[in-house]
Nanobody, 127 residues
């Protein structure tokens, strides 16, 4: 069982920045592929960014490319999402997710490919 705890959400003005963190339990963090997803009211959960087990491969959705950066620190069992130039349409609950026990060093974009989820952190961007 993997437990995930997100932090760093909050209220920010358009154009501002936030950094989300996702701390994961377990001794095999380096075998986890990980991702960030978000869900706005009335919308489906969508992929924001993903990172491979080593951190050597990353993916960002087109809507956030150039503004958001995903990273991880395997020594700290933590993944990050640096969000810059935030827009009101970025307002959502942000979730981190883990696909455990992967052997390939690749990213996974679909929410159906993940095994464990955090409780979410609210990000609100005011105009």
């Amino acid at each position: 069982q993997v437990q995930l705890v997100e932090s760093g959400g909050g209220l920010v003005q358009a154009g501002g920045s936030l950094r989300l963190s996702c701390a994961a339990s377990g001794r095999t963090f380096s075998s986890y592929a990980m991702g960030w997803f978000r869900q706005a009211p009335g919308k489906e959960r969508e992929s924001v960014a993903a990172i491979s087990r080593s951190g050597g491969s990353t993916y960002c959705a087109g809507s956030v490319k150039g503004r958001f950066t995903i990273s991880r620190d395997n020594a700290k069992n933590t993944m990050y999402l640096q969000m810059n130039i935030l827009k009101p349409e970025d307002t959502a609950i942000y979730y981190c997710a883990v696909r455990a026990g992967v052997s390939a060093d690749r990213t996974y974009a679909s929410r159906y490919e993940y095994d464990y989820w955090g409780q979410g952190t609210q990000v609100t961007v005011s105009s």
